[in-house]
T-cell receptor, first 111, second 117 residues
Framework: LAKTTQPISMDSYEGQEVNITCSHN???????ITWYQQFPSQGPRFIIQ???TKVTNEVASLFIPADRKSSTLSLPRVSLSDTAVYYC????????????FGSGTRLQVQP | NAGVMQNPRHLVRRRGQEARLRCSPM?????VYWYRQLPEEGLKFMVY????????ESGMPKERFSAEFPKEGPSILRIQQVVRGDSAAYFC???????????????FGAGTRLSVL
């Protein structure tokens, strides 16, 4: 599974757009990029998944450049409730299905 | 449609006792995964099961830990003779059986926090 690197922590204020970038230089052709969100004392929650270009849903957008060696999770107009740890995962559905979590990015949203 | 249900939410055991953690997957999901999380760290994979079969247990310690997912009933993660180092949050996740659909998307329960005194 491709290894991912993301910032340990980020700070933001309510109403701002937050972009969290993840590096995955060794991503394989079959690999998808998936982001999870984890609040304190809860299990991770799926946010968004993509393979290339741009994916948008009601929660976030995911930008993936042509070389796919990085990806950026974009959270529009964050609120205090977006304070959480965000994990970037890379992998495919063939063979081992276990998810490999890194340390994630701890986002702190201030009022 | 109820999500992944784990119980108990909190479990306190003394060293040497047994801990049993239960997980009921989402309706229609036949794949179950167990992860362990220490404070300030990411989740670490332990074991992946389908009904009545262990598919991948590469992340599970060889001794004292076992998991099952019987034909009927919840999946059980069992830790025998617990030690203080077993104190952690244990998360269960489930996914549907269809390969190629919703790749890598797993749905997690709220976890069981095990404290070993």
């Amino acid at each position: 599974l491709a290894k991912t690197t993301q910032p340990i922590s980020m700070d933001s204020y309510e109403g701002q757009e937050v972009n969290i970038t993840c590096s995955h230089n060794n991503i394989a052709t079959n690999d998808y990029i998936t982001w999870y969100q984890q609040f304190p004392s809860q299990g991770p929650r799926f946010i968004i998944q993509g393979y290339k270009t741009k994916v948008t849903n009601e929660v976030a957008s995911l930008f993936i450049p042509a070389d796919r060696k990085s990806s950026t999770l974009s959270l529009p107009r964050v609120s205090l409730s977006d304070t959480a740890v965000y994990y970037c995962l890379v992998g495919d559905d063939t063979g081992r299905r276990a998810l490999t979590f890194g340390s994630g990015t701890r986002l702190q949203v201030q009022p | 449609n109820a999500g992944v249900m784990q119980n108990p939410r909190h479990l306190v055991r003394r060293r040497g006792q047994e801990a049993r953690l239960r997980c009921s997957p989402m309706k229609g999901h036949s794949h179950v995964y167990w992860y362990r999380q220490l404070p300030e760290e990411g989740l670490k994979f332990m074991v992946y099961l389908q009904k009545e079969n262990i598919i991948d247990e590469s992340g599970m310690p060889k001794e004292r830990f076992s998991a099952e997912f019987p034909k009927e009933g919840p999946s059980i993660l069992r830790i025998q003779q617990v030690v203080r180092g077993d104190s952690a949050a244990y998360f269960c996740a489930s996914s549907p059986a269809l390969a190629g659909v919703n790749l890598n998307i797993q749905y997690f329960g709220a976890g069981t926090r095990l404290s070993v005194l």
